[in-house]
């Protein structure tokens, strides 16, 4: 039996070791209880409640950490990331701020605050941070790629020269230089010279998957073999623990592949003249199934799952109270559209694609870090097949939950569209949704943010014409290629 405090604290940390969050939260609990507890074990629970995805237990327990050391630039920084993902523009920003002033070259929270600039379309300060941060960190290419995604023009002939350089004698890690070859690639795109980008796109990817490999071998197994075999046989074990405060929400999935128009969408439905809680990409769904025990997939723990959901949309704002319609866009989502219209019997669908060939296309040219499939031609290929599959499994059992939108009928006939998906969702139609691009409150991390503030413009049906070559070999194996 622990009778002392070292002992208590030696346990609650060995059970946050083991990821056994839970049972480290009631010790770590307990443990403030005491008068002489060390202040420190406020960040660990807060640790503890962001792993849980409890957003607001995170930020209390963080504030109260800050309260005993207000000089804390790393607490400052986690607190911005809380503010962040719960929409706290203004909040981030300032707590951004203050983690930099009080340690001015605290790299992190500098390019963490020019993500955040760039996220709502702020130009100038997140050239003005990317910089910062180039002169801290000369030999960081991933803050280079990231500002070339404002500043085309920063990278020229002279700086294509030093990137070289520095990838052929710096032993940098994975991600830098991923970074690296997707600025050169970039750079022969430009000069049209297509050989030389695939060479620099395939070494950018190899690197990519290196970073965080273990993880990315997981991730990737498990999106690429685990769920094409188990999205039909997931179910729960306990369907009357649903609570009605799941039961009565009524959410707008927007699912499909990355880079199908679906940030497109997102924001025409968050720009109507009824404001809609717009969550992004919370992965919650996932994140509540493989964190809850489970002998196999097709016997999941409804109680766990909806427990924990419920937590973490409340702490987003949505509940059966307030917010009862929020759009979450985590793509994945068509994997478990059978859970979903459990929980959420009131859920609706929006697919987005555009032509396979081009989708397939963009994905591989594209640097998109946290998703292990994206990173070789032949996984892009496989998890498409496996969407395109299960998309259509699942329009033909739920055909009244599910609207498909072609990124090409959108740009073409932009009302026409919009005014159906407004339509589908039950939502008052405003034209002013597609002035989306017009928002100053609008915010987006993915690859998409820059290219939604110029608004709608025609699909180019040849933009990756030069490409097709590419997947000439894999026709055999893909019919849908052929189409």
């Given at each position: 039996?622990?009778?002392?405090?070292?002992?208590?604290?030696?346990?609650?940390?060995?059970?946050?070791?083991?990821?056994?969050?839970?049972?480290?939260?009631?010790?770590?609990?307990?443990?403030?209880?005491?008068?002489?507890?060390?202040?420190?074990?406020?960040?660990?629970?807060?640790?503890?409640?962001?792993?849980?995805?409890?957003?607001?237990?995170?930020?209390?327990?963080?504030?109260?950490?800050?309260?005993?050391?207000?000089?804390?630039?790393?607490?400052?920084?986690?607190?911005?990331?809380?503010?962040?993902?719960?929409?706290?523009?203004?909040?981030?920003?300032?707590?951004?701020?203050?983690?930099?002033?009080?340690?001015?070259?605290?790299?992190?929270?500098?390019?963490?605050?020019?993500?955040?600039?760039?996220?709502?379309?702020?130009?100038?300060?997140?050239?003005?941070?990317?910089?910062?941060?180039?002169?801290?960190?000369?030999?960081?290419?991933?803050?280079?790629?990231?500002?070339?995604?404002?500043?085309?023009?920063?990278?020229?002939?002279?700086?294509?020269?030093?990137?070289?350089?520095?990838l052929k004698i710096k032993k940098l890690e994975p991600f830098n230089m991923a970074s690296g070859f997707f600025l050169l690639a970039e750079h022969n795109r430009r000069k049209k010279n297509i050989k030389e980008e695939i060479k620099n796109l395939e070494l950018a990817h190899k690197y990519a998957f290196k970073d965080k490999a273990n993880i990315k071998?997981?991730?990737?197994?498990?999106?690429?073999?685990?769920?094409?075999?188990?999205?039909?046989?997931?179910?729960?074990?306990?369907?009357?623990?649903?609570?009605?405060?799941?039961?009565?929400?009524?959410?707008?999935?927007?699912?499909?592949?990355?880079?199908?128009?679906?940030?497109?969408?997102?924001?025409?439905?968050?720009?109507?003249?009824?404001?809609?809680?717009?969550?992004?990409?919370?992965?919650?769904?996932?994140?509540?199934?493989?964190?809850?025990?489970?002998?196999?997939?097709?016997?999941?723990?409804?109680?766990?799952?909806?427990?924990?959901?419920?937590?973490?949309?409340?702490?987003?704002?949505?509940?059966?109270?307030?917010?009862?319609?929020?759009?979450?866009?985590?793509?994945?989502?068509?994997?478990?559209?059978?859970?979903?219209?459990?929980?959420?019997?009131?859920?609706?669908?929006?697919?987005?694609?555009?032509?396979?060939?081009?989708?397939i296309l963009a994905i591989f040219q594209q640097f998109l870090p946290k998703i292990s499939w994206s990173h070789s031609l032949e996984d892009i290929l496989e998890y498409t097949n496996n969407y395109l599959t299960i998309i259509k499994f699942f329009k033909k059992k739920y055909p009244n939950q599910i609207l498909s939108v072609k990124l090409e009928e959108?740009?073409?006939?932009?009302?026409?569209?919009?005014?159906?998906?407004?339509?589908?969702?039950?939502?008052?139609?405003?034209?002013?949704?597609?002035?989306?691009?017009?928002?100053?409150?609008?915010?987006?991390?993915?690859?998409?943010?820059?290219?939604?503030?110029?608004?709608?413009?025609?699909?180019?049906?040849?933009?990756?014409?030069?490409?097709?070559?590419?997947?000439?070999?894999?026709?055999?194996?893909?019919?849908?290629?052929?189409?």
């Open positions: 039996m622990m009778n002392n405090l070292e002992d208590k604290v030696k346990k609650a940390f060995k059970l946050f070791n083991e990821r056994k969050f839970e049972e480290s939260k009631i010790i770590f609990l307990n443990l403030i209880k005491n008068p002489k507890f060390d202040k420190k074990i406020y960040f660990m629970l807060y640790e503890i409640y962001f792993q849980l995805n409890d957003i607001n237990n995170a930020r209390k327990y963080l504030i109260s950490f800050l309260e005993f050391d207000n000089k804390n630039h790393i607490a400052l920084n986690q607190l911005a990331n809380l503010y962040l993902k719960k929409g706290d523009i203004k909040l981030a920003e300032e707590s951004y701020i203050k983690a930099i002033n009080i340690k001015k070259d605290y790299l992190i929270a500098i390019t963490n605050l020019a993500v955040l600039y760039e996220g709502i379309g702020d130009k100038n300060n997140a050239k003005k941070y990317y910089l910062d941060g180039i002169n801290l960190s000369p030999d960081d290419l991933s803050i280079y790629y990231n500002l070339s995604k404002i500043k085309p023009d920063f990278i020229d002939e002279q700086k294509i020269e030093h990137i070289s350089k520095i071998q997981q991730s990737r197994n498990y999106w690429l073999d685990i769920m094409p075999k188990n999205y039909n046989i997931l179910n729960f074990q306990f369907e009357k623990e649903i609570t009605n405060n799941l039961k009565n929400l009524e959410p707008i999935f927007i699912i499909g592949l990355p880079r199908s128009g679906s940030t497109v969408v997102e924001a025409i439905l968050s720009s109507g003249k009824k404001k809609i809680l717009n969550l992004g990409e919370t992965n919650l769904i996932n994140w509540s199934v493989i964190t809850t025990p489970k002998k196999k997939l097709s016997s999941l723990d409804a109680r766990q799952i909806c427990s924990k959901l419920v937590i973490a949309l409340g702490n987003l704002g949505a509940s059966s109270l307030e917010n009862n319609t929020f759009i979450e866009k985590s793509l994945e989502n068509f994997f478990y559209i059978e859970i979903i219209l459990k929980i959420f019997p009131k859920a609706k669908f929006i697919n987005t694609s555009r032509n396979t060939t081009d989708n959108l740009t073409f006939n932009k009302e026409e569209i919009a005014k159906n998906i407004y339509e589908f969702c039950g939502l008052e139609w405003d034209k002013k949704a597609l002035e989306f691009y017009k928002r100053k409150d609008l915010f987006t991390s993915t690859a998409s943010n820059l290219q939604i503030r110029n608004g709608l413009h025609n699909y180019d049906k040849n933009k990756y014409r030069s490409y097709y070559y590419m997947l000439r070999n894999f026709q055999d194996k893909y019919e849908w290629l052929k189409q």
